[in-house]
């Protein structure tokens, strides 16, 4: 006996029952979803100057957008630059005063 | 294979005439309902899956370009819509193959009941497997177009048969009488 064989004896094509290529046509047919495929996302339809307009638009609004948030990352690195500024001056003062309390 | 009046048309008409259609499902129907009737060893499961990938071939007609393209894109949904099936579908014990009843002793009965017994063993592979023996032993596949239609490492294809030949092996051999 071989496993081979027996496996392709075991496992050999099947037809359905009688009328299943014409139950599936009629299925077919009469599935609305399967007659046309509705698309879920159509390409709105704008005359091309409105397309080169909003593409404008938008890359005027980035512009401005980046040129803001730059400008704001500058602001709080110079207010980090302050501050840090200030503590190294308090430390100092500190040490300072601590040296000239020893000296006395 | 195809007929050449089907061959061509595609895909242009099929849609658009039902014995076309209809011609072409019954070319391929025993492929598909044999696979899903295999792997699910339920007939009427298998058919309402079969008809399910037939009018999922019917929206995807427009888009197929050869016989050859219908044939690779039926026995790649099917496997796949079996896979997903039976991982999506709970009722079935999903216990793997080692724990699975010895199958009863064949007796003297010969082919039909050890065929019977044969197709319980492959119903009970985990579902990458049971798909590759179905594919290799129902289609006549070989190993690399089996990991083309499964879109699948050759090495695991092999590995899959392998395993679960030495498995239907190893559970045949311990039923009564039967050496193979």
Redesign the interface.
């Known amino acids: 006996m071989n496993l081979d064989d027996e496996l392709r004896a075991a496992l050999r094509r099947e037809e359905p029952s009688r009328g299943f290529a014409q139950r599936v046509v009629t299925r077919a047919q009469s599935s609305p979803a399967t007659k046309a495929a509705i698309p879920i996302f159509q390409p709105v339809r704008l005359p091309r100057m409105m397309w080169a307009a909003a593409m404008a638009a938008m890359l005027v609004i980035g512009f401005a957008a980046t040129s803001e948030y730059r400008q704001m990352k500058a602001e709080r690195a110079a207010h980090e630059a302050v501050m840090a500024l200030r503590i190294a001056a308090n430390k100092l003062n500190m040490t300072r005063d601590k040296v000239l309390r020893l000296e006395n | 294979m195809f007929t050449q009046g089907i061959a061509a048309d595609i895909p242009e008409t099929m849609t658009d005439d039902?014995e076309q259609?209809?011609?072409l499902?019954?070319e391929h129907?025993?492929?598909v309902?044999?696979m899903a009737?295999?792997y699910l060893r339920n007939?009427a499961l298998?058919?309402e899956i079969?008809?399910d990938v037939?009018?999922q071939l019917?929206?995807k007609l427009p888009t197929l370009e050869s016989p050859d393209h219908v044939l690779h894109w039926l026995r790649w949904v099917t496997a796949h819509r079996l896979i997903d099936h039976s991982r999506q579908e709970k009722r079935r014990p999903q216990s793997p193959l080692e724990d699975a009843p010895e199958p009863a002793a064949p007796a003297d009965s010969g082919?039909p009941l050890?065929?019977?017994i044969?197709?319980d063993l492959?119903a009970a592979l985990p579902e990458n497997a049971r798909v590759v023996?179905?594919l290799?032993?129902?289609e006549?596949l070989d190993p690399m177009d089996i990991a083309r239609a499964l879109d699948m490492p050759i090495a695991t294809v092999k590995s899959h048969l392998q395993r679960s030949?030495a498995l239907?092996?190893d559970k045949?051999s311990r039923t009564k009488g039967?050496?193979?």
């Open positions: 039902p259609f209809a011609e499902v019954r129907q025993a492929m309902f044999s009737c295999r007939r298998a058919e079969a008809q037939f009018l019917y929206r082919d050890l065929s019977d044969l197709r492959v023996m179905i290799r032993y129902q006549d030949l239907l092996r045949l039967v050496g193979i």
